[in-house]
């Protein structure tokens, strides 16, 4: 079992950045594929990107791609989300969630079996 905590969400400026962080407890971090969701107020929480476990495959929603980037450093136990040129329709509550499926990729909520608990991103206009 993982426990997974967010942090480094903020109030930004529109065209502006932020790295987000995924705390991972537990000695198998590894064994995990990882993924980062996003809820925006009245709508459904959908994906946004993944990674395999060694971080060498990385796939991102047509949304965010060539603007946010996914990594992860597994001797940290910390998966990240670099978000540039943030957009107000980028305002929500991102999450970070774990699966240990036999394929890394996953899109799907129920895709991944371990979830934390939620960090605020507000862009302004």
């Known amino acids: 079992q993982v426990q997974l905590v967010e942090s480094g969400g903020g109030l930004v400026q529109a065209g502006g950045s932020l790295r987000l962080s995924c705390a991972a407890s537990?000695?198998?971090?590894?064994?995990?594929?990882m993924g980062w969701f996003r809820q925006a107020p009245g709508k459904e929480r959908e994906f946004v990107a993944a990674i395999s476990w060694g971080g060498g495959s990385t796939v991102s929603a047509d949304s965010v791609k060539g603007r946010f980037t996914i990594s992860r450093d597994n001797a940290k136990n910390t998966m990240y989300l670099q978000m540039n040129s943030l957009k107000p329709e980028d305002t929500a509550v991102y999450y970070c969630?774990?699966?240990?499926?036999?394929?890394?990729?996953?899109?799907?909520?129920?895709?991944?079996?371990?979830w934390g608990q939620g960090t605020q991103v507000t862009v302004s206009s």
């Open positions: 537990g000695r198998t971090f590894s064994s995990y594929a």
């Open positions: 969630a774990a699966h240990q499926k036999a394929h890394w990729y996953a899109y799907q909520l129920n895709d991944y079996d371990y």
